[in-house]
C-alpha cells in the first residue's frame, strides 16, 4: 500500500513559479513510476509530467515541456514538479500518482491533491 501526499500549492501571479511535493510512504518507492496530473474545474484529468523512479526517464504533456520539471528523491521518497513560468491556465488542482497510465489516465494510487491558482 503506497499512501502519497502533496504540498507546495497556493496563489501565484502569471509569470511566478511554484515547486510541488509528494511525499510517499509505504511500497518500494524506486521500483515504479510516478507522475503529475492535474484538473481545473470544469475539465477532465489531465497528465502534466511523469519520471521512472529507476532511470529518471521523464516525459511531460505538450503544456509543460519547456516550463515544468519532474524529478524525484529516491532517498526522501518524494517527487516534485517545479513549475516556472505559470500562466493563468495552469490553475488546476495537481494531483500526485503512482504508477500512472497515460493513457488510460488512471494510477495505482493517488494524492489527494494541492491547489495551485494562477492569476493573471
Known amino acids: 500500500q503506497v499512501q502519497l501526499e502533496e504540498s507546495g500549492g497556493g496563489l501565484v501571479q502569471a509569470g511566478g513559479s511554484l515547486r510541488l511535493s509528494c511525499a510517499a510512504s509505504?511500497?518500494?518507492?524506486?521500483?515504479?513510476?510516478m507522475g503529475w496530473f492535474r484538473q481545473a474545474p470544469g475539465k477532465e484529468r489531465e497528465f502534466v509530467a511523469l519520471?521512472?523512479?529507476?532511470?529518471?526517464?521523464?516525459s511531460y504533456a505538450d503544456s509543460a515541456k519547456g516550463r515544468f520539471t519532474i524529478s524525484r528523491d529516491n532517498a526522501k521518497k518524494a517527487v516534485y514538479l517545479q513549475m516556472n513560468s505559470l500562466k493563468p491556465e495552469d490553475t488546476a488542482v495537481y494531483y500526485c500518482?503512482?504508477?500512472?497510465?497515460?493513457?488510460?489516465?488512471?494510477?495505482?494510487?493517488w494524492g489527494k491533491g494541492t491547489l495551485v491558482t494562477v492569476s493573471s
Open positions: 509505504g511500497g518500494t518507492f524506486s521500483s515504479y513510476s
Open positions: 500518482a503512482a504508477r500512472p497510465s497515460i493513457v488510460t489516465m488512471q494510477a495505482d494510487y
Open positions: 519520471i521512472n523512479l529507476f532511470s529518471g526517464h521523464t
